[in-house]
């Protein structure tokens, strides 16, 4: 089995050399800390909402660069992280996912903007928002903002709570309102009865004082969701600012909300570049939970690929692959005859050996990565393969 270059050789930084004589694998794609900082990986809109699963744009650039397609697409787009990369190297792209929230998420990331019209509503609804909890929101004759959600009511604290919904409620009077859905999602997530340390899993509501890992102190669970609404609109802005200054402004980018099985994708996709789900790691939809109960977006849990909540046994692993076949099967009807089909698995169980053949492509290259640089609660490293495939008689 291929492996990418070692340490012992420099890592592969210097992205726009990329070009389609590039061989693949003499690139050094093992970046540490130090090789590929952070603010680098989470560039402009990459930060503009916390995602776990989420490979590094670096990963999408190398492979544009290297096929240079006319249009490439994510059948398993997630955050948007290819489609982001797309748009600022001038390629026309199409993503699917069967995440309501994702699908959000990554049409705020690629959309264009009326720069001027998109500042004056994120400060608008902000000033308003902060008119109406200074003139007594919480006060006997105040508004007060109702939620049938136990879940809401059980992970927020209610002045907290009282202030996401006062945003909510503001949100329609607004052109870019999905943006302002970001930003309220945002600003939930870090707001939520949790310990610091814990934000990406938490367990249950943190109600009492604790002592906090993450800052090696006693912390108290949050009661103010203000403070991350007005935070994470000026990094929003400020974000897609940065994007808009890069963003090729002739290229089109399609959303699609649905399960890549079934799909009608687009013809003439020359290149797909996809990182399906692991099969028993993450629960997409639950991830983002506060999301769905506020925005009241679909829940369509039972139709994800390989969810964690179905495990990873035999069974769960023969369900996972049959359905990973069924989307690239799908996808093979859009595909160019020279069309390449670029995959980043953490295949541990060897699932992905004998699909290509199964499926009517042929594994031209296959590498592996180390992935060693993730902190927290995800502080172990794998490696990752980069699978590369061909339709047979392409």
Known sequence: MPYNPTYDSPPFTDFELITPKTPLSLLNLNWREQDLPERERTKHVHRLHPYLGKFIPQLAEIFLRKFRPDLVCDP?????TTLVEAASLGINSVGCDISEFNCLLTRVKTASYDMHLLEHEIQDVLTKLNLQLHNGLFTDSALHFESDS???????????????????????????QDVLKVVLSRAARSSRLTT???LDWPKKPQTEPYQCFKHDRICQP??????????????????????????????????????????DFPSGIDLVFTSPPYVGIIDYHEQHRYAYELLGLGWRTEEEIGPAFKGSSK??????????????????????????VVIIVNDRYGLYDGLPSELGFTLGEKLERHVNRRTGMRSNDFYESILVWKLKGG
């Open 76 to 80: 398993f787009c997630g955050s948007g």
């Open 150 to 176: 136990e879940y809401l009511k059980t992970w927020f604290h209610p002045k907290a709570l009282q202030q996401l919904l006062c945003y909510r409620s503001l949100i329609s009077n607004y052109q870019y």
């Open 196 to 198: 610091h340390y814990e």
């Open 222 to 263: 949050t009661d103010n969701a203000l403070q991350f609404l007005n935070r994470y609109s000026i990094d929003t802005l400020k974000r897609i600012k940065e994007f808009h200054r890069i963003r090729k402004g002739d290229i089109s980018v399609h959303v699609i909300l649905g399960d890549a099985r079934y799909v």
């Open 315 to 340: 069974t769960a692993q023969r369900e996972y692959i049959g359905q990973i076949g069924t989307v690239f099967a799908n996808l093979r009807r859009s595909l160019t005859r020279d069309a390449d």
